[in-house]
């Protein structure tokens, strides 16, 4: 989480892992949980995060964001920008990988 001393800061949630034989337990939920609340100690009102599009390899990070009330963000010019970003139909391509860019209100 970046220091709110500077304009175009906010907090950005990054590898969140949990291995496949420990999920199902409410892991990621309690880590997100405690993200988002340190978040919103220091004053931010929401969470950004970037999650795997891939229906395949990425369905379970993707569920468990949205039954936390993650949304999708199409402008991403709003909070990121990179010369090796693009947005296609939704999915931001990140050195050719597809990513979908989410945030919540805390």
Do not use: W
């Amino acid at each position: 989480i970046a220091e709110k001393n500077s304009c175009q800061l906010f907090p950005y949630v990054s590898n969140v892992l949990v291995k496949s034989d420990c999920r199902g337990f409410g892991i990621g939920k309690i880590l997100m949980a405690a993200c988002e609340g340190r978040a919103k100690a220091m004053g931010y009102d929401s969470v950004y995060l970037h999650v795997d599009a891939n229906i395949s390899t990425g369905s379970a990070a993707q569920r468990l964001y949205s039954n936390l009330g993650y949304t999708s963000i199409e402008d991403i010019n709003s909070n990121i920008s990179s010369d090796d970003m693009q947005l296609k139909n939704g999915v931001y391509l990140v050195d050719n990988l597809p990513l979908l860019y989410l945030s919540k209100t805390v």
